[in-house]
């Protein structure tokens, strides 16, 4: 859910050009194993590769942040038929990190095209995992403990959107100060 808020805005190495060669050349030129209509935006002749370092950034950061959520979570097991607490504190920590992320890349026009795909999308999107709290909440229902998967699920999704917004609106206030006594923002 965070992740989509990171990949927001124009970043150059993940835009598909507009002038394209034929669907037909494309799906051609990808093996003719996926349908010209995919969506999926696919490296061909007429991208020039910019949409790799894009790609590896993503994968790079989403390694490292998978790596930081395993951790977290080796740290702090789950008992069983009880909120998954150690996935809620990643969740919303997560999300914390992506708010004040985009206020800081959103306000400072310079910064690297790749940071927030290896940041935002990578890192925070490797280390949040809504998937795990959906599959807790699954198992605590099929247990017979309905309570406990309607508290994960709510605390999970009411968390991480009281922390994004919370964290961006800390952060650019932050910023703010920091800009009116001269400062950069």
Known sequence: MCEVAAVTGQVPYLSVPETRRSEEADVA??????????????????????????????AAGGM????????????????PATVDWA????????????????EVITRRPGTHPLLRPFLGVGVLGG??????SVTDATAALTAGHPRVALLSLAA?????????????????????RVAARGGTS
């Open 156 to 176: 999970n999704l009411a968390g991480a959107l009281v922390a994004v917004w919370a964290a961006s609106t800390a952060t650019a206030a932050l910023l703010d």
């Open 87 to 102: 996935t809620f504190l990643v969740n919303v920590t997560g999300c914390a990190l992506i708010g004040v992320l985009m």
């Open 29 to 58: 030129d990808r093996g003719g194993t996926e349908a010209a209509d995919s969506g999926v935006p696919v490296p061909s002749s007429g991208t020039g590769g910019r949409l790799w370092p894009a790609v590896a950034a993503v």
């Open 127 to 132: 280390y949040t995992t809504f998937s795990a």
């Open 64 to 79: 490292l942040g998978a790596l930081a959520r395993h951790a977290v979570l080796v740290a702090l097991p789950q008992a």
